[in-house]
């Protein structure tokens, strides 16, 4: 049998690196920073799951020598020179578009890891074929997303979305089926549910309401509900307690305290807060929003464990 190998062609720190090794027989650790590959050829000995080749050059300069590999693995620098973040792939380092052909060339498989604020649409423009991204938030952050490349025919990629660190289930799509389902838009039922925030940034708005037989709010607002509680739900869920205004909210809410979360609203949630002489906390959530007729309104409710 083969045997399976991998060229991590933006090393760094190793970390990405130690951690997909475990998987392969062979690995390549490619750096252009002399420093970084002494650091990590000692933290290699100390943590390393075992033998990794290291090679002090460019991205570039590797792809030209590798003859195949099953996986090449990239995670451009996403600061420039002044240390400020950036997200395009044409200003992030190696600047991956000049080497997609060549990529192709060398490898099945090519996972290229890129910020949380890159719009999907544009990567994936940028990047051609995509067979698959993965949208990974942790304690819903959305913390990265991986495009995953491949040579076969072209197929509408999956997306993947994930939220590490908590009970939610994950969801998976595609956008050409988002485009085709159909979702009932409606007033707030007994619960509103928020999902979290990889689902939102893939786009899956009908996707996540088709799969757990949910109505929409708004067609731009993203909340959704239920008559009931949602049982494993990949979000927040809220029961409604009133519809919330200026002339009942002292009864309402006395205290005046209130998590307030506002989508597709004329406020921010801090600006709500301010007109309203509202503290954070406490059990009661107020969520604000358009609905389909385009009307602003508030909603206390309480958040279901």
Not at 134 to 152: D, Q, T
Not at 219 to 242: A, C, L, V, W
Request: hydrophobic content about 35%.
């Amino acid at each position: 049998m083969r045997a399976s190998v991998l060229h991590d062609l933006t090393g760094g720190m190793g970390v990405d690196c130690m951690a997909l090794a475990t998987h392969f027989d062979t690995s390549c650790y490619v750096e252009q920073n002399k420093d970084l590959c002494h650091r990590f050829s000692i933290n290699q000995e100390l943590l390393g799951p075992g033998h990794i080749n290291i090679q002090h050059e460019s991205a570039k300069e590797a792809l030209a020598h590798i003859k195949t590999s099953d996986v090449i693995y990239l995670d451009p620098a996403r600061r420039n020179v002044d240390h400020k973040k950036i997200f395009q792939f044409d200003d992030c380092t190696p600047n991956i578009k000049p080497l997609l052909s060549e990529l192709r060339k060398k490898s099945q498989s090519i996972m290229i890891k890129a910020s949380p604020m890159i719009d999907l649409s544009k990567g994936l423009r940028d990047l051609g074929s995509v067979a698959e991204i993965h949208i990974i938030s942790v304690r819903n952050e959305c913390k990265e997303i991986v495009f995953i490349l491949n040579n076969e025919r072209y197929t509408p990629p999956t997306l993947y979305c994930v939220n590490l660190d908590s009970l939610h289930p994950p969801l998976h799509g595609n956008l050409t089926e988002e485009k085709i389902l159909s979702i009932e838009y409606c007033m707030p039922k007994n619960i509103i549910l928020d999902p979290n925030t990889s689902i939102l940034k893939a786009g899956l708005f009908k996707t996540i309401g088709h799969h757990y037989g949910l109505s929409k709010i708004a067609i731009n607002t993203h909340f959704y509900t239920s008559d009931k509680k949602i049982k494993n739900f990949p979000g927040r869920q809220f029961e409604i307690i009133s519809s919330l205004n200026k002339k009942n909210i002292k009864k309402l809410l006395p205290a005046r305290k209130a998590n307030v979360i506002t989508k597709n609203y004329p406020l921010s949630a801090g600006e709500l807060k301010s007109q309203w002489g509202l503290t954070d906390g406490g059990n009661y959530f107020i969520l604000g929003f358009r609905n389909q007729e385009n009307e602003a309104q508030c909603w206390l409710t309480k958040k279901i464990d």
